[in-house]
C-alpha cells in the first residue's frame, strides 16, 4: 500500500522559509517522478515543483527561483525548500507520484497523493 505522508507545513511572515517533507512507502522515489502540488480554497490544484529520478525538475514561474525540490534515495523522502516566501503562496501543499520517466506539473498525470500540510504566509 502506497503511502505518502507531508509534514513540514506552518506559518511564517512574508519573506521567510519553509521546508516540507513527504515521506514515502510502498514505493521507491527513486523509480518514480514525484511532484508537489497546492492548493488555496476556491482556487484549481497547481503544481510548484516536479522531479524524476534522472535530476530533471520543473517549475513554474510563480516560483522558479525561490523554491527547489529535491529527493533523498535513502530516505525514501521528497522535499521541498521554500524561500522568500509569500502570501499568496498560502495553500495546502501536496506531494505526489507518478511512474514513468515523463516529467509533469499537471495533476491529472499523477496517481498517488499525500493529504497535505497547510502553509500560511501572512504579510
Avoid at 10 to 32: E, H, I, P, W
Avoid at 34 to 58: H, L, N, Y
Amino acid at each position: 500500500q502506497v503511502q505518502l505522508l507531508e509534514s513540514g507545513g506552518g506559518s511564517v511572515q512574508a519573506g521567510g522559509s519553509l521546508r516540507l517533507s513527504c515521506a514515502a512507502s510502498g514505493l521507491t522515489v527513486s523509480r518514480y517522478c514525484m511532484a508537489w502540488f497546492r492548493q488555496a480554497p476556491g482556487k484549481e490544484r497547481e503544481g510548484v515543483a516536479a522531479i524524476c529520478s534522472d535530476g530533471r525538475t520543473k517549475y513554474p514561474d510563480s516560483v522558479k527561483g525561490r523554491f527547489t525540490v529535491s529527493q533523498d534515495n535513502a530516505k525514501n523522502t521528497l522535499y521541498l525548500q521554500m524561500n522568500s516566501l509569500k502570501p499568496e503562496d498560502t495553500a495546502m501543499y501536496y506531494c505526489a507520484a507518478r511512474y514513468g520517466p515523463a516529467l509533469y506539473l499537471t495533476s491529472v498525470m499523477y496517481t498517488y497523493w499525500g493529504q497535505g500540510t497547510q502553509v500560511t504566509v501572512s504579510s
